[in-house]
Nanobody, 125 residues
Framework: LVELTEIGGGSVQAGGSLTLSCIGSGETYSPYCMAWFRQVPGKEREAVAG???????NYADHVKDRFTVSKRDDKHILDLHMTSLKPEDTAMYYC???????????????????WGNGTLVTVSS
């Protein structure tokens, strides 16, 4: 059983920063891609950023230069450091993991094999 647990969500004012973490666990947990996605009610889940097993990071255009994704392999933790937050960044943020690294290049939600339950980020103006 593989489990992903997101922590670090909360409320912040526009222009502020927040860091999310995703903790992975499981007997055979060895994903080749870990990524962040977000979703607001009524809309599809969209890509945010991902990082593959080689350390190559990929970002969606709407978060480039504002968000940084990194991983701590020894602890199976994926971090997302968000800066210059905007009200439109308000969403439920989900951590995903995939066995194929290509899904970190494409940030395709349907490519994820595992999902966390999400953590809510609210940015007020």
């Amino acid at each position: 059983l593989v489990e992903l647990t997101e922590i670090g969500g909360g409320s912040v004012q526009a222009g502020g920063s927040l860091t999310l973490s995703c903790i992975g666990s499981g007997e055979t947990y060895s994903p080749y891609c870990m990524a962040w996605f977000r979703q607001v009610p009524g809309k599809e889940r969209e890509a945010v950023a991902g990082i593959d097993s080689s350390g190559t990071a990929n970002y969606a255009d709407h978060v480039k230069d504002r968000f940084t994704v990194s991983k701590r392999d020894d602890k199976h933790i994926l971090d997302l450091h968000m800066t210059s937050l905007k009200p439109e960044d308000t969403a439920m943020y989900y951590c995903g993991a995939a066995h194929l690294s290509i899904y970190c290049s494409t940030l395709f939600p349907l490519g994820m094999d595992y999902w966390g339950n999400g953590t809510l980020v609210t940015v007020s103006s």
